[in-house]
C-alpha cells in the first residue's frame, strides 16, 4: 500500500480545516479523518519535520532549531543540515522492507540525502543552478530540463515589496507542484513525502492583511485575501495530484506547526544587558546582531539566541570556557531565570504569559548542546529579538525584515486511507504519532523506538498482535516453557 504526505509547512488548522470553498481537500475530511496536531518544542520547521519523520522529539535528535551550539565555546554554532539527523526516519524503515521512497523539500534536506529512491533538497540548499541538489545526482538535470530553474525559496521574501513577494510564492509553488507530479507519474515509489515551504512564507509575509486582531493589520489592504488564495491555490494542487493516486493509496496533508499574529519582538539580550546577566565590555552605539557584541565572558552569567524562540544559554564553570556559573548553583540559578522569564510582562505592563522549558523536562533525551533554557515570549506571540541596541525591550517589527506571523504550538492533519478505522475529527493527535500512524495502516511493524503511537491502533483497539496472548492461551505456553526448564 502506497504512502503519500503532502507537507504543508506553517499550516494553520483553523484556516485549513476550517475553509470552507477547498472542495478537493474538504473530501478528504470527509472520507478521512482529521484535527489538530500537537507540534514539538519548539515548534519550527527544523527539526519538527524530521521529528514527524523519525518519531523523536528534538533532544533525542539533538537537533534544536536552524542553528545550534556545536561544542561549549562561545562562537560554536552550525547550521543544521540533513546530516545531523542521525535517526532513522519512515523512509529508512520501509528501505529494509525493500521499499522505495521520494522525498521533495523536506527540511533539513541538503545535502540531498541518499536513500532508497530519489530525494530533492529544502530551502536550505544554496543555489540549484550552481549545486546538486538530488539524489541520484542526475535528477537534478532531468528537473532543470523539465522546469528550468527550480526554486527551493524565496530570496528576500521579507520584504515591503508585497505584490512580488506573493507573486514570487504562488511561482515557486506552481514549479513545485509540477516537479512532484512529474516524479509521481514517472517513478516507482512505495512512499512519497513532499513539503510545501510557500505556505509558510505567504503567513510571514501577508499575515497582518489577513487578521484583524494583528497589531499592524490594513483594512481594506489589496492583500486581504492573499492568505486564503494559497490555501485555494494548494487546493488546486492537490486536487491534480489526487488525479494521479491509486484508490487504496493514503493520503496525508499535515503541518509541522501553526500560524498566529505576531504582536511584536521581544529584545532578550537587551533585557540580559539590562537584568545584570549579559556583560558587554563597550555597548554598541547602533543596533548591533550578538555575534558582533564585545561580550565580557568573565562577567557574564546568561545569554541567548534569537529566533521564533530563544535558546537560553548558561556561562557554567568547568563546562564554558570562561564560565561565572559553579555547577554546584546551577540548578537553583536556572530556577530563578526561570522564573525571571516567566514574569516577563508586554509593553503595556502586563504579563505576557510567557513559557520556559526545561530541555530534560520535555524530551526523552537530551543529545549534544541543548539550550538550558526554552522560552516562548507570550506564548510565541512574540518572537525573539537577539541584537542589542535598542531604546526599549519591545519592539513592533523582526529584527532580520519585515515579518507578520510567528510558529503557533498546533498545526493540523487531514489523513484518508481505505483501511483506516479512523473518521471525522481526531483530538489528542500528536506530531511523533504520525510515523507509527503511517507504518500502522500501511501494513508495516511500527518500530520500538518511534516515541509516538499508532492512532490507528488506540482506534481499532488491541488486536490479538497488539494484545498478545489471552489468559487461556497464556497458561498453555506457560506450562510448556516451564515442562521446557525456560522457567521456574
Known amino acids: 500500500m502506497k504512502i503519500l504526505v503532502l507537507g504543508l509547512d506553517c499550516a494553520a488548522p ?66 543544521a543540515s540533513s546530516r545531523s539527523i542521525t535517526e532513522p526516519a519512515i523512509w529508512d524503515h520501509l528501505a529494509r522492507e525493500g521499499k522505495r521512497s521520494i522525498i521533495v523539500g523536506v527540511p533539513p534536506g541538503y545535502p540531498p540525502r541518499r536513500i532508497n529512491g530519489l530525494a530533492v533538497s529544502c530551502f536550505l540548499t544554496p543555489d540549484t543552478d550552481k549545486n546538486v541538489f538530488t539524489h ?52 516507482e515509489w512505495d512512499y512519497f513525502h513532499f513539503v510545501d515551504i510557500g505556505l509558510d512564507r505567504v503567513h510571514h509575509g ?17 492583500f486581504a485575501e492573499t492568505v486564503h488564495d494559497y490555501y485555494r491555490h494548494l487546493d488546486e494542487e492537490i486536487g491534480r495530484v489526487l488525479e494521479l493516486l491509486a484508490d487504496d493509496t493514503i493520503v496525508l496533508l499535515v503541518s509541522d506547526h501553526g500560524a498566529q499574529r505576531l504582536d511584536g519582538g521581544f529584545c532578550v539580550n537587551e533585557w540580559l544587558v539590562r537584568e545584570g546577566l549579559l556583560v558587554l565590555k563597550c555597548y554598541p552605539k547602533a543596533v548591533t546582531p550578538f555575534a558582533q557584541l564585545d561580550v565580557d565572558w568573565a562577567k557574564t552569567r546568561v545569554w541567548s539566541e534569537g529566533g521564533y524562540y530563544a535558546r537560553v544559554f548558561f556561562n557554567v564553570k568547568g563546562r564554558e570556557p570562561q564560565g561565572t556559573i559553579d ?44 539550550p538550558d533554557l526554552i522560552v516562548h515570549f507570550g506564548g510565541l506571540y512574540w518572537r525573539s529579538i537577539g541584537g542589542v541596541g535598542y531604546p526599549t ?71 490479538p498482535d497488539d494484545a498478545g496472548y489471552d489468559p487461556d492461551d497464556e497458561t498453555i505456553i506457560r506450562d510448556r516453557l516451564s515442562g521446557l526448564g525456560y522457567i521456574g
Not at 528550468?148 to 508585497?162: I, L
Not at 487578521?211 to 489589496?222: A, C
Not at 522564573?339 to 510567557?354: I, L, Q, S, V
Request: hydrophobic share 35%.
Open 14 to 79: 483553523e484556516l485549513l480545516l476550517g475553509y470552507e470553498d477547498l472542495p478537493h481537500i474538504r473530501r478528504l475530511m470527509d472520507v478521512g479523518c482529521y484535527g489538530r496536531l500537537e507540534s514539538v518544542i519548539p515548534p519550527i520547521t527544523v527539526p519538527a519535520w524530521m521529528c514527524l519523520a523519525t518519531s523523536q522529539d528534538p533532544g533525542s535528535l539533538g537537533v534544536y532549531g536552524f542553528r545550534n551550539r556545536t561544542d561549549h565555546s562561545y562562537s560554536g554554532l552550525g547550521i
Open 136 to 187: 541520484p545526482p542526475e535528477l537534478s538535470e532531468e528537473i532543470r530540463r523539465l522546469v528550468g530553474h527550480y526554486p527551493v525559496d524565496v530570496q528576500g521574501f521579507r520584504t515591503e515589496d508585497k505584490a512580488w513577494l506573493r507573486d514570487a510564492i504562488f511561482a515557486m509553488s506552481r514549479t513545485q507542484f509540477q516537479v512532484v507530479r512529474h516524479l509521481l507519474q514517472t517513478r
Open 206 to 222: 501577508f499575515w497582518k492583511y489577513h487578521d484583524p486582531q494583528h497589531v499592524l493589520h490594513e483594512p481594506g489592504s489589496p
Open 327 to 370: 555547577p554546584a548553583e546551577y540548578a537553583r540559578f536556572r530556577d530563578e531565570i526561570q522564573a525571571k522569564f516567566e514574569a516577563t510582562t508586554d509593553r503595556d505592563g502586563k504579563p505576557m504569559g510567557t513559557l520556559v522549558f526545561k530541555p530534560e523536562e520535555v524530551y526523552h533525551r537530551v543529545k549534544n548542546v541543548a
Open 393 to 463: 525591550i519591545h519592539v513592533l517589527e523582526n529584527d532580520t525584515g519585515p515579518d507578520d506571523c510567528n510558529h503557533a504550538q498546533f498545526g493540523a492533519f487531514i489523513l484518508a486511507a481505505s483501511q483506516s478505522p479512523l473518521h471525522g475529527e481526531v483530538t489528542g493527535a500528536h506530531l511523533l504519532d504520525i510515523a507509527p500512524t503511517l507504518m500502522d495502516l500501511a501494513g508495516y511493524e511500527v518500530p520500538e523506538t518511534m516515541q509516538g503511537r499508532s492512532l490507528a491502533a488506540g482506534a481499532r483497539g488491541a488486536s
